[in-house]
């Protein structure tokens, strides 16, 4: 399986950020296991933000959940990240990634994008 993420590099405080992952080698709805979007901070470890699950069902980071949305498109086989009234501590390299573990927060399992930058600057 191979995650490829995608999106701006640059985003402004209280813009909305919109990322796409685009799984090529496996199927977001056949394939068992969570599809998670995760990120990384500087000097900081990785946050699982939520994921949405090959049914359908989506799961959120609590601390995240007020300001994202995860959904998916299955005729392009992606899944998308909204994170609305983005902050400056919202830069960050954006992972998405595929795992059995809901909460993955170690890139030792499963299978990971390379990861988008994402700087936050007016």
């Known amino acids: 399986v191979q995650l490829q993420e995608s999106g701006p590099g640059l985003v402004k405080p209280s813009q909305t950020l919109h990322l796409t992952c685009t799984v090529s080698?496996?199927?977001?709805?056949?394939?068992?296991?969570?599809w998670s979007w995760v990120r990384q901070p500087p000097g900081k470890d990785l946050e699982w933000m939520g994921a949405?699950?090959?049914?359908?069902?989506?799961y959120y980071n609590p601390s995240l959940k007020s300001r994202t949305s995860i959904s998916r498109d299955t005729s392009k086989n992606q899944i998308n990240l909204r994170l609305s009234s983005v902050l400056p501590e919202d830069a960050a390299v954006y992972y998405c990634?595929?795992?059995?573990?809901?909460?993955?927060?170690?890139?030792?399992?499963?299978?990971w994008g390379q990861g988008t930058q994402v700087a936050v600057s007016s």
């Open positions: 949405i699950e090959s049914s359908g069902s989506v």
């Open positions: 080698g496996g199927s977001i709805t056949t394939d068992h296991g969570y």
């Open positions: 990634a595929v795992a059995q573990t809901l909460a993955v927060v170690t890139r030792a399992e499963g299978y």
